[in-house]
């Protein structure tokens, strides 16, 4: 059984981080590209950040030098360090591992960014 479970979100004042985590079972980890995604409120779900079986990362435009992806392997579990968070970064953050036709997705946790 595939599972994918997010955690670490919460309520944050701007400008400050969260570290979201995302613990994977049930798959050959290695393989796989992970990914965050978000999804706003009345908006389409969107790529946060990416990071591929070697390593190499991508990120939307928005977050990148405030947002890291990283992958731990031997863990099998992906993060996404949050700095300088703004009121636009409000949304249900969701983990994603993908692999050829193989994707898969956790419940989300709320990441609400207000003063």
């Known amino acids: 059984q595939v599972q994918l479970v997010e955690s670490g979100g919460g309520l944050v004042r701007p400008g400050e981080s969260l570290w979201l985590s995302c613990s994977v079972s049930g798959i050959d980890f290695d393989i796989y590209t992970l990914a965050w995604y978000r999804q706003a409120p009345g908006k389409q779900r969107q790529l946060v950040a990416a990071i591929t079986r070697l390593n190499k990362a991508a990120y939307l435009p928005s977050v990148k030098g405030r947002f890291t992806i990283t992958r731990n392997n031997a863990a099998t579990s992906v993060h996404l360090q949050m700095h300088w968070l703004k009121p636009e970064d409000t949304a249900v953050y969701y983990c994603?591992?993908?692999?050829?036709?193989?994707?898969?997705w956790g419940q989300g946790t709320r990441v609400t960014v207000s003063s």
């Open positions: 994603n591992a993908r692999y050829e036709d193989l994707d898969y």
